[in-house]
């Protein structure tokens, strides 16, 4: 009977079906009143979780262990994220507001646990929590063209040391609650864990994605799973030594941070399915812990104020003095404290782990919500003043931000892609490859595309591939308007004409088989022996740079006023 | 130069790295944020429990052997007190959150919607997954080999609608009123199988590894919990301190010395 095979949906399904409901929703509802996605994923696991529907039980293991894996996804793509470029930018500075930024709200979460009288563990941890931030408004003050501003470059730099300190503390700490051994024993293990894992990070693990995404990274899919791998091995490296896996994830996105650039396709893929899929399941399984009757209680508000004023207190004193050591002005100083107030991905690791370990009780994970909130949406809203008071400054391209390559024939040349990827890799940078083809050409087919996808790739390049039609006169002028590059890679060695704003390198291959390129277009000193010191190579012979001023618009002819430029 | 660009960056930044390595280090004492316990009887954790003996978990000389026996002890432990005092309170009433006048039951108990209207349920402190156990002779590899055996059941079990419904046996069930009788209708050879959680299937077959063995698992099911009356305000520590256990390793270690590995029975795929 068809009745009697009906019954109510069960299980699995049922709980993933509610899940994306929530992941879809939960964002768009709140949204609509003008509050972050954030804030619609956490109160969408409350709703689902056992103090609201109870559509996912209280001891239900399934959207957890997802939601251990979304943070993981979540602290690599913290470290894959931050911009080391800037970090060796400012490094001074950064390194001053960083210790600064650390040391300030982590004493004051230690002055909060001790009033409170919570365990030593507890307090540390409290302390932790306070000291690490997330640059959710960074792209509002770089959208606004102060990426480049030295204070807001510092507050960016300055996250990888705060982040990192504050999870050598999460490791420290975690590590004498889980481990039975002797105390000194666990401490050297877990140094002995830190230098492995830089090491690795440093030296092994970049060279074998690099060489993995060499071999297989015209394959999508291929090339989405190495950085999973290798995310994934980072992670199980770090608990070998009795350190927490996010601590290993976000070592190997400080790895893979050059290999996977913020705007290249892997990183495109990287964030879909982290925005997609795992990270807001991670914030909705944190949202099942959110408990009404837990957070509107006096004693949880209580918490919760005193947490807010210790982790933003904290960070206005070391952003308000460290500033002003550093010679930042008032606003400037504002905007490194909207950089580095808002308490999102580790503290909410830091507070998920103090939970698992009964450090923290459901009191402590209400209140820490209330923060994660509060600070989010005050760093936002003063985001948008901070943007009015701050000189504009036009923002200096970095080098290999984003390296174009022109071709006229079937796929870039071997020399040109060479030429590309020492160009972008130093800063991190990702590419776009333009295929031209004159107008009676047909237009290649997906298997031939497919091909020169792999060819880019197997160049250790991540660019996004385009084909136009048209002269490459033409072709280059139209290209850098449409992806507005950092440098321009020819490979076509007869190209003579110039593009204004932008440098172009000219490459071709001697008669003898030597890579040789030429410079054409306006490049200040420094970027022109830049592109020098990145392309010189003991087996380039002869290398000949051309310069002379861009016109005042559009293309023009270039002479040939030849200047060599010794090999590195 | 180094990557920090200042030596004097690197030395701070170092500095401050060991700082906090040597603060951490010092955070050796136990126990949650704020919360603390308070006990009916001061420096002692009055423990209710239904069966006694039961085996693989409260079993032996005054009942101090077995996971929850040891159970108990680590919790009490971790909440600062003494010793342990174990109160046998039947096993209906513990299910609705009527200790007798202890501070928590461990009883192998599963928390239920129906269960938690009167009871307070800690966070679990063992996966509890449905478990085959068996008398010894006979096997069956998966739901059609289950589905011929003989079958006893608990007339308020919460598994024997699973058995009912999912295992569906060709031959109706022995319903017996509880555990005991189960396990009496399993020994005299009237039925051939019984669905019990896998914790209490591996300390059954542990103790009587002559007569029984576990056949398998199936899968979903939930967790064993500590059970406190209702709005306790205890449940708080009692929950972080359990996870403590589980995150030290106390809970695993105490599972393979009384229980065996969960690991290594194997899953007969219920439902498809």
Not at chain 1, 129 to 145: E, K, M, N, Q, W
Not at chain 1, 279 to 295: A, N
Not at chain 2, 26 to 31: L, P
Request: net charge neutral; with cysteine.
């Amino acid at each position: 009977m068809l009745v009697a095979s009906i019954q109510a949906p069960s299980g699995a399904v049922l709980e993933f079906l509610v899940l994306f409901a929530v992941i879809l929703f939960g964002p768009l509802v709140v949204s609509r009143l003008g509050l972050p996605g954030l804030i619609g994923l956490l109160l969408g696991g409350f709703a689902i979780g056992p103090h609201g529907l109870d559509l996912i039980k209280a001891g239900d293991q399934t959207v957890p262990a997802l939601g251990q894996l979304g943070l993981l996804y979540l602290m690599f793509i913290a470290g894959l994220e931050l911009d080391l470029h800037v970090l060796r930018k400012q490094r001074s500075a950064a390194v001053v507001l960083g210790l600064a930024a650390f040391a300030v709200p982590f004493s004051a979460g230690l002055v909060i646990g001790w009033a409170l009288g919570w365990s030593v563990a507890a307090t540390i941890l409290l302390g932790a929590l306070f000291s690490s931030h997330t640059l959710i408004v960074y792209p509002t003050l770089r959208d606004a063209g102060l990426g480049g501003n030295p204070a807001v470059a510092s507050a960016v730099g300055a996250t990888v040391l705060t982040d990192t300190l504050a999870l050598i503390v999460l490791a420290v700490v975690a590590g004498t609650q889980t481990a039975s051994a002797d105390i000194t024993v666990v401490i050297v293990e877990i140094a002995v864990g830190f230098v492995v894992l830089a090491g690795v990070g440093l030296l092994l693990l970049p060279r074998l994605v690099d060489r993995a995404l060499r071999m297989w990274g015209g394959d999508r899919v291929a090339r989405y799973v190495v950085v999973i791998v290798a995310l994934l091995a980072m992670a199980a490296l770090a608990e070998v030594f009795g350190i927490e896996p996010i601590i290993g994830a976000f070592f190997a996105g400080l790895a893979l941070n050059r290999l996977v650039p913020n705007e290249g396709q892997s990183m495109d893929r990287v964030e879909f399915f982290g925005s997609a899929v795992f990270v807001p399941v991670f914030v909705v399984s944190i949202g099942l812990l959110l408990d009404p009757s837990v957070m509107f209680t006096t004693e949880t508000l209580e918490l919760a104020g005193l947490i807010c004023l210790g982790a933003l207190g904290g960070k206005a004193i070391a952003c308000w003095f460290a500033g002003a050591a550093l010679g930042f002005d008032p606003p400037e100083r504002g905007a490194m404290y909207v950089l580095t107030a808002p308490q999102a991905a580790a503290t909410l690791a830091v507070t998920l782990i103090g939970f698992e370990l009964g450090l923290f009780d459901t009191s402590v994970v209400n209140a820490v919500l209330v923060l994660i909130l509060v600070s989010i949406s005050v760093a936002a809203v003063l985001a948008q003043r901070v943007v009015t008071w701050m000189p504009r400054g036009a923002a200096h391209k970095v080098l290999g931000e984003k390296v174009l390559v022109a071709t006229m024939a079937e796929r870039p040349s071997d020399t040109a892609m060479r030429a590309a990827t020492r160009l972008a890799r130093p800063d991190g940078g990702h590419g776009e490859v333009v295929i031209t083809r004159t107008a009676g050409e047909p237009r290649p087919e997906a298997t031939a595309l497919r091909s020169v996808e792999r060819h880019i790739f197997g160049h250790g390049f991540d660019g996004r591939l385009t084909t136009t039609v048209g002269p490459l006169a033409e072709a280059v002028p139209w290209a850098v308007t449409e992806t507005e590059p950092s440098v321009v890679v020819i490979d076509d060695a007869d190209f003579d004409i110039l593009v204004p704003g932008v440098p172009l390198v000219v490459v071709r291959v001697t008669d003898s088989g030597e890579d040789t390129f030429r410079v054409v277009g306006s490049i200040d000193a420094e970027d022109g022996r830049e592109i020098a010191r990145r392309l010189g190579d003991p087996r380039t012979a002869r290398n000949r740079m051309r310069r002379r001023d861009p016109p005042e618009n559009g293309a023009s002819r270039s002479t040939d006023t030849a200047q060599s430029i010794a090999p590195r | 130069m180094t990557a920090w660009g200042q030596p004097t960056g690197w030395a701070v930044a170092l500095a401050a790295i060991a700082a906090g390595l040597t603060l951490s280090g010092c955070a050796v004492e136990q126990g949650a944020a704020g919360a603390k316990f308070v006990p009916r009887k001061p420096g002692v954790l009055i423990v209710a429990t239904s069966f006694l003996p039961a085996p693989g978990f409260w079993f032996g000389r005054g009942a101090k052997s077995g996971f929850e026996a040891g159970l108990a002890l680590a919790l009490a432990h971790k909440l600062g007190l003494e010793r342990v005092r174990v109160v046998q309170v039947p096993f209906a009433k513990v299910t609705h959150g009527r200790l007798d006048g202890a501070d928590l039951g461990l009883s192998q108990v599963t928390p239920t919607s129906e269960r938690e209207r009167t009871a307070s349920f800690s966070t679990p402190y063992l996966i509890a997954p449905p478990g085959v156990l068996g008398r010894r002779g006979v096997e069956a590899i998966d739901l059609k080999g289950l589905r011929s055996l003989h079958w006893v059941v608990g007339r308020v079990s919460t598994l024997t609608p699973i058995v009912r419904n999912v295992v569906q046996p060709t031959s109706p069930p022995v319903v017996v009123e509880d555990r005991s009788s189960e396990l009496e209708v399993l020994r005299s050879g009237r039925a051939d199988a019984l669905l019990v959680d896998l914790p209490v299937a591996l300390g059954l077959a542990r103790a009587e590894p002559g007569r029984f063995h576990v056949l398998g698992q199936l899968n979903g099911g939930e967790g064993l919990a500590a059970v406190l009356p209702k709005g306790s305000p205890n449940l708080d520590i009692v929950d972080s301190s359990i996870r403590a256990l589980t995150a030290n390793g106390t809970i695993s270690s105490l599972s393979s010395k009384w229980l065996g590995s969960q690991a290594d029975v194997p899953l007969i795929l219920s439902s498809p």
